[in-house]
């Protein structure tokens, strides 16, 4: 395994950044050609992501790699975190009764692709559709959904051990999830595998409509009329390795 450096980050809430289609596209593609047979992306419904920013003091997410051995494939775990970069999994309510601990959410259950990718071809921004033959119309509210610190961390850990030199996690602020949920009409974000400059793993992020499809533009009114808007793409998360929190076991677990 390659040394891990450590980094401190002034303003977490500001990870990540928008890239331009044709970018996006290109990290896409160089995934698919080098990973031919792994999973080309993730669909989770919006509230995977609402339900994660809405705990106290989150200022990011966290996305780890993980691995579900009965499927054989790569999956996704998304944590909280606070300011610090640290994982939010529990924080205090107070109630009547006096203060409670609550478990903050930790999302998986992303639909993949493949099985479920477009009727032709690899999935592309362009023209991405839902549709597998033989299986239930999509329903973005059972897109992603909560799962116990217990599982995640059996999920995260058979990723490390099945992968020991690749990605562990990514780090994203919370200004890009609140930038592609306000994206009119999104209903959830594809979050697709790529290959950056750095030819190491990234992630594509992407809002999509009620039927699973990638929003790449909109319309909005403006005193001059309507006008067409490209829709947000973001990409930019902090890797680890080989940028890791500065407490390592922050790095590798819940």
Not at 26 to 51: C, K, N, Y
Not at 104 to 132: Q, R, S
Request: net charge negative; glycine share 8%; with cysteine.
């Amino acid at each position: 395994m390659t040394h891990q450096k450590t980094t401190v980050i002034k303003d977490i809430s500001k990870v990540g950044e928008f890239v331009t289609q044709q970018k996006a596209q290109e990290m896409i593609t160089a995934w698919q050609s080098q990973e031919p047979d792994g999973v080309f992306s993730f669909l989770h419904g919006r509230h995977v992501f609402e339900s994660l920013l809405a705990v106290p003091h989150c200022a990011g997410i966290r996305i780890f790699n993980a691995y579900m051995e009965q499927e054989d494939r790569q999956a996704l775990v998304l944590v909280a975190v606070d300011a610090t970069g640290k994982h939010i999994l529990n924080y205090q309510v107070q109630t009547g009764e006096g203060v409670l601990w609550i478990d903050a959410p930790i999302m998986e259950h992303g639909v993949p692709c493949p099985p479920f990718c477009p009727p032709h071809g690899n999935p592309t921004l362009d023209g991405y559709t839902w549709k597998h033959t033989g299986h239930e119309p999509l329903n973005l509210e059972k897109a992603g959904e909560a799962i116990t610190r217990k599982e995640a961390q059996e999920l995260i850990s058979a990723w490390q051990i099945q992968e020991p030199d690749a990605v562990f996690s990514f780090l994203y602020g919370r200004d890009i999830f609140d930038t592609m949920l306000s994206v009119p009409g999104c209903a959830g974000i594809r979050v697709f595998n790529g290959i950056n400059e750095e030819h190491r793993q990234a992630l594509v992020f992407v809002a999509v409509d009620v039927k699973g499809s990638n929003i790449l533009q909109y319309t909005v009114t403006t005193s001059g009329g309507m006008q067409i808007t490209a829709a947000p793409l973001a990409d930019g998360g902090i890797p680890c390795p080989p940028l890791c929190p500065v407490v390592d076991i922050w790095a590798q677990s819940l």
